[in-house]
């Protein structure tokens, strides 16, 4: 523990170590990973080495190695050929640029059911918002 009281990072890993769920191995550690990642555990930049991942997670290397695979395909974790696997720094455009395309999209999807909507649907939906 720090002398403010908080946790170190290694006593937050082991902590949040029997969080993790129950299921399969892969599932485990890709849930802990994410978890961590998160919560702010690993920070945008770090480098993620397997034996702390091993740890954290309590699983051994094959689970984190596949779940660091479906970590990268979801964009949590970058993982460079011979240098590992890296938390990705998020720039802020680039998130101004999903809320906009999600603006968008959930814009023309309420269009596009607005403009097919049945009179009984619209009656249901009436209902609902005077309740």
Do not use: W
């Amino acid at each position: 523990m720090t002398c403010d009281g908080e946790l170190t990072m290694s006593e937050r890993l082991k902590s949040n170590r029997s969080n993790f769920g129950m299921g399969g191995a892969a599932v485990k550690a890709y849930r802990g990973i994410r978890s961590l990642i998160l919560d702010g555990s690993f920070k945008p930049g770090a480098s993620l080495t397997e034996r702390t991942l091993c740890d954290a997670t309590g699983v051994s290397r094959t689970p984190v190695r596949e779940a660091l695979r479906r970590l990268n395909t979801e964009g949590m974790v970058i993982l460079k050929a011979k240098r590992g696997a890296f938390v990705p720094i998020v720039d802020h455009q680039e998130i101004e640029e999903v809320f906009d395309l999600i603006f968008l999209f959930g814009s023309y999807s309420a269009r596009i059911v607005a403009q097919s909507i049945s009179d009984a649907v619209l009656d249901e939906l009436h209902g609902f918002v005077n309740q």
